[in-house]
């Protein structure tokens, strides 16, 4: 939910041969001619948001890639792929499973990525100003952990940018910004473009859940935006630090001239974007992430309410269809680029 740039010497570990990559455990039907030819990759981040993938479409390729595995979450280190060039895995949760595990899958000499168009996809968090619990946001990606935090404004001392300084949060790389710090996807426009108009699930849980937020949150049913997503080490919740992920992204925009705010947040997007961006690639790529709880309190609750709600059997209201409506968006983009 609340979801780096892996170091140059991994990329050349990874490669292997192709004969040798045969050997180490590819599996499944091999289509003739040589290496499939993928033309759309997507990756999740846990099975549970991989499930509608793997029910919905046809993959009956499957493939072992070499540095992929990750024990709770793909402990085989699996991919499923069509015949068509559809291509599905899980990459496991936070940065550090995400960007090596898409390095090891850029890297795989077991298939042939050159014309490849790469998608994420997950459930996140989201604010009720910026949105509902169902929705899928289509933007760009910032990593808001590339700065000071503190738990109080230091008052009576000039710090730029007044921005986000107010929130406990100051950049350290203002006079040599970070390159890593944000990640433009060039097709977020396209593919919003394409999807806008997908009708997307909804449910009683999810509902009920925006009641409590009042009568304009409760006429809100779910649908596409164009806004990106914060990608931070910690799960965190509440308002106060729902609008410091806001300002960060914000001012993150401004420095590096994205054309978006922020909507969602999630762990694992820097480092999967990271690794693209160390191939080229960002401008193949498209991230959609869809709501399953509020970052925000409920109006007269507290943080620590939402952190009890959370981790009991009623939190994460939209979790089915959060995972439901990632697929539907999802879906149509992938299907877009193998036709």
Same mark, same amino acid.
């Given at each position: 939910? #609340?979801?780096?740039? *892996?170091?140059?010497?991994?990329?050349?570990?990874? *490669?292997?041969?192709?004969?040798?990559?045969?050997?180490?455990?590819?599996?499944?039907?091999?289509?003739?001619?040589?290496?499939?030819?993928?033309?759309?990759?997507?990756?999740?981040?846990? =099975?549970?948001?991989?499930?509608?993938?793997?029910?919905?479409?046809?993959?009956?390729?499957? @493939?072992? $890639?070499?540095?992929?595995?990750?024990?709770?979450?793909?402990?085989?280190?699996? $991919?499923? +792929?069509?015949?068509?060039?559809?291509?599905?895995?899980?990459?496991?949760?936070?940065?550090?499973?995400?960007?090596?595990?898409?390095?090891?899958?850029?890297?795989?000499?077991?298939?042939?990525?050159?014309?490849?168009? @790469?998608?994420? $996809?997950?459930? =996140?968090?989201?604010?009720?100003?910026?949105?509902?619990?169902?929705?899928?946001?289509?933007?760009?990606?910032?990593?808001?952990?590339?700065?000071?935090?503190?738990?109080?404004?230091?008052?009576?001392?000039? *710090?730029?940018?007044?921005?986000?300084?107010?929130?406990?949060?100051?950049?350290?790389?203002?006079?040599?910004?970070?390159?890593? =710090?944000?990640?433009?996807?060039?097709?977020?426009?396209?593919?919003?473009?394409?999807? #806008?108009?997908?009708?997307?699930?909804?449910?009683?849980?999810?509902?009920?859940?925006? =009641?409590?937020?009042?009568?304009?949150?409760?006429?809100?049913?779910?649908?596409?935006?164009?806004?990106?997503?914060?990608?931070?080490?910690?799960?965190?919740?509440?308002?106060?630090?729902?609008?410091?992920?806001?300002?960060?992204?914000?001012?993150? %925009?401004?420095?590096?001239?994205?054309?978006?705010?922020? +909507?969602?947040?999630?762990?694992?997007?820097?480092?999967?974007?990271?690794?693209?961006?160390?191939?080229?690639?960002?401008?193949?790529?498209? *991230?959609?992430?869809?709501?399953?709880?509020?970052?925000?309190?409920?109006?007269?609750?507290?943080?620590?309410?939402?952190?009890?709600?959370?981790?009991?059997?009623?939190?994460? %209201?939209?979790?089915?269809?959060?995972?439901?409506?990632?697929?539907?968006?999802?879906?149509?983009?992938?299907?877009?680029?193998?036709?």
């Amino acid at each position: 939910m #609340r979801r780096h740039l *892996v170091a140059a010497g991994v990329a050349a570990a990874l *490669v292997l041969t192709a004969a040798s990559a045969a050997a180490a455990g590819s599996s499944g039907d091999h289509p003739p001619g040589g290496p499939l030819k993928v033309r759309a990759l997507v990756v999740a981040t846990f =099975a549970g948001e991989a499930a509608p993938w793997f029910e919905g479409e046809n993959l009956p390729l499957r @493939f072992t $890639v070499p540095g992929l595995a990750v024990a709770e979450e793909n402990p085989a280190g699996e $991919v499923r +792929c069509s015949r068509s060039g559809l291509c599905v895995t899980i990459v496991g949760t936070t940065k550090s499973k995400s960007g090596p595990g898409t390095t090891a899958l850029l890297t795989w000499p077991g298939w042939d990525l050159s014309r490849a168009k @790469f998608l994420l $996809v997950g459930i =996140a968090g989201i604010s009720s100003w910026n949105g509902t619990i169902g929705d899928a946001g289509i933007g760009n990606i910032v990593d808001t952990n590339l700065g000071t935090d503190y738990v109080q404004p230091r008052m009576g001392h000039a *710090v730029k940018p007044p921005l986000v300084q107010p929130r406990g949060w100051d950049p350290f790389d203002e006079d040599n910004p970070y390159t890593q =710090a944000t990640y433009k996807l060039p097709l977020a426009d396209w593919a919003f473009a394409l999807t #806008r108009n997908v009708p997307l699930a909804d449910s009683a849980a999810a509902q009920r859940e925006r =009641a409590f937020y009042g009568p304009a949150e409760a006429r809100q049913h779910p649908s596409v935006r164009r806004c990106g997503v914060a990608g931070h080490d910690s799960f965190w919740v509440g308002a106060d630090q729902a609008r410091r992920q806001d300002a960060i992204y914000a001012y993150r %925009a401004h420095q590096f001239g994205l054309d978006d705010r922020r +909507c969602t947040s999630a762990f694992e997007d820097p480092g999967w974007a990271g690794a693209l961006s160390r191939f080229h690639l960002l401008d193949r790529a498209v *991230v959609v992430r869809t709501g399953s709880d509020f970052e925000d309190q409920r109006p007269g609750t507290t943080p620590a309410d939402l952190y009890d709600l959370l981790h009991s059997d009623q939190g994460f %209201a939209a979790f089915g269809i959060a995972v439901e409506n990632e697929y539907r968006v999802g879906r149509v983009i992938a299907h877009a680029w193998t036709s």
